[in-house]
């Protein structure tokens, strides 16, 4: 006497061969939800939100700030979009990195504009004029220098000019700069130039703020009305080859290019002092932010970088030989970051790095599946992958599935907990919101005691389904399940047996026995 009872449905495990896998495991998951216990077949997509007027499928993502008639964005290179760490923000920035160089769009540009982030230092000092005045009594002669800041519209203040020559100045007197600098080149919203002024060697202080264009500035200032002493010295931009931008917490941007991490002054996303920057033995593939800390993975190791301040980050080299092969890998799966290695997926976080995929798939299955185009998101608490095939989804517990729903890219909205898709037709359109797919769920290989029979079987369903037997490899029966009634199998001995459902309504359980009185 025997009997199967197929009571849990679980996910695919390819690293288990089909005649040793765990009763409820698969070695074919496809279109089906398992969270409940049982096969529930997923939705597909609802109809188009958005539809582009041009095909460019490597980013999709949503505006923060703007309506739902223009909000969509789509790019065709790797792009990593973050809102500004700014509050109360009236320009409602957003900044992003693209590979070309690191860019701010504010509400004032359209949806295909923006402008270059970081401000650059003026090519030249305020030149010494002519003094003119008569000193006050008794005032103290000083040497004074100037230097000047570009300042642009939204407040953001970059680096500073050379140092002015050296002049004397009195209080009562009036120093005459010239040859004040010019707007930029570039793509920079620069609205006015801001002037500091040093007395006898020591910090320069706020002077004034002139227009940009005006090119000259009568200096009347007496030594005690100077005000705050100039801080951005070294708030230069990114480099231009910065990408991965990622958001931190505590107001701080992170981003890389080559071996370089670099790391934003807290709440000035404009600024990247050099200062600030940590450098690596391998070059850096992706950035991800977990609740333990920032993980940098690389062509060689991972790293976890800790710390509340630029100025005070710690590397922490993580004792893992596993390289991650695409940055669109990296996903914050909360207290970890999960990316895509050669041998499998990693999730790294702390002070540690596993490869929690072994028990599913061997490394070269995984390399089948090709890791490096993966688009990867924290969906439904799984690991989600899109990309031009289909979809997968992968947790420790449940092993993989997959899904026929094929995408260019997609985009996961954090405060819907929503997955927007990309099509191939430049749709726009979202994870299960259509109607239910079919879903085919196939057993592994069960192996039957000599000469007992499998007789009968019963399938509790909540609709229509189908049953498919095989028998030592063999398909002998294909049953149109309507009820849960019991039904007869094939009549004969056989060695090895498989079941296959293919549904579109949710299957709670399916047992087969050799006898009615065994079935549940």
């Known amino acids: 006497m025997t009997a199967i009872n197929l009571i849990q449905f679980k996910g695919e495990l390819p690293q288990v061969d089909p005649k040793k896998l765990p009763l409820g495991n698969a070695v074919t998951a496809l279109n089906c939800h398992l969270s409940s216990g049982s096969l529930e077949p997923v939705k597909g997509l609802g109809a188009a939100i958005h539809t582009f007027p041009a095909a460019a499928f490597e980013t999709l993502t949503r505006h923060p700030y703007r309506s739902a008639a223009t909000n969509w964005l789509q790019f065709s290179t790797d792009v990593d979009l973050v809102r500004g760490p700014i509050a109360n923000d009236k320009w409602d920035r957003v900044y992003w990195t693209d590979g070309v160089y690191p860019k701010i769009q504010t509400s004032e540009q359209s949806a295909t504009?923006?402008?270059?982030?970081?401000?650059?230092?003026?090519?030249?000092?305020?030149?010494?004029?002519?003094?003119?005045?008569?000193?006050?009594?008794?005032?103290?002669?000083?040497?004074?220098?100037?230097?000047?800041?570009?300042?642009?519209?939204?407040?953001?203040?970059?680096?500073?000019?050379?140092?002015?020559?050296?002049?004397?100045?009195?209080?009562?007197?009036?120093?005459?700069?010239?040859?004040?600098?010019?707007?930029?080149?570039?793509?920079?919203?620069?609205?006015?130039?801001?002037?500091?002024?040093?007395?006898?060697?020591?910090?320069?202080?706020?002077?004034?703020?002139?227009?940009?264009?005006?090119?000259?500035?009568d200096d009347s200032a007496k030594s005690d009305t100077l005000l705050a002493p100039m801080v951005t010295e070294d708030w230069i931009a990114p480099d231009d080859s910065m990408v991965g931008l990622t958001y931190m917490g505590n107001g701080i941007l992170a981003g890389f290019f080559g071996n370089t991490l670099c790391f934003s002054e807290p709440y000035y996303p404009h600024a990247w002092p050099v200062g600030y920057q940590l450098a690596f033995k391998d070059n850096i593939v992706g950035i991800g932010m977990s609740a333990s800390g920032l993980v940098v993975t690389t062509t060689a190791e991972p790293w976890v970088i800790m710390g509340s301040h630029p100025n005070a980050m710690a590397q922490q080299m993580l004792d893992s030989p596993y390289a991650c092969v695409s940055k669109r890998s990296m996903v914050d799966m909360g207290s970890y970051v999960l990316y895509a290695s050669n041998d499998g997926l990693v999730a790294a976080a702390g002070g540690d790095a596993k490869l929690v995929s072994a028990n599913v798939i061997d490394s070269d299955d995984f390399k089948a599946l090709n890791p490096s185009t993966w688009k990867a998101f924290r969906f439904n608490d799984r690991y989600f992958v899109v990309h031009d095939t289909g979809c997968l989804s992968f947790s420790p517990s449940e092993g993989l599935k997959h899904f026929t729903i094929a995408a260019k890219a997609a985009f996961f909205d954090l405060e819907e907990s929503e997955l927007y898709l990309l099509l191939s037709d430049k749709t726009v359109c979202k994870w299960g919101d259509g109607s239910e797919l079919s879903a085919t769920w196939r057993s592994g290989i069960f192996t039957l005691p000599p000469r007992v029979p499998m007789a009968c079987a019963r399938v509790d369903a909540d609709g229509p389904c189908t049953l498919n037997v095989y028998f030592d490899g063999a398909l002998l029966m294909a049953h149109a399940v309507g009820d849960d009634n019991m039904f007869r199998l094939p009549a004969g001995r056989f060695r090895e047996l498989e079941v296959e459902i293919v549904a579109s309504s949710t299957v709670h359980s399916v047992s087969l026995a050799s006898s009615p009185e065994e079935l549940r």
């Open 113 to 217: 504009s923006s402008l270059r982030l970081g401000i650059p230092a003026p090519a030249s000092a305020p030149v010494i004029g002519a003094s003119s005045g008569v000193a006050e009594e008794g005032a103290i002669e000083v040497d004074c220098a100037y230097i000047c800041t570009y300042v642009s519209k939204f407040g953001e203040e970059g680096p500073p000019s050379v140092a002015s020559a050296i002049t004397q100045k009195l209080d009562g007197m009036t120093v005459q700069l010239t040859s004040l600098p010019g707007n930029p080149s570039g793509e920079y919203d620069i609205d006015r130039i801001r002037l500091y002024r040093s007395e006898s060697g020591a910090t320069f202080n706020y002077l004034s703020d002139v227009l940009i264009g005006v090119s000259t500035f």
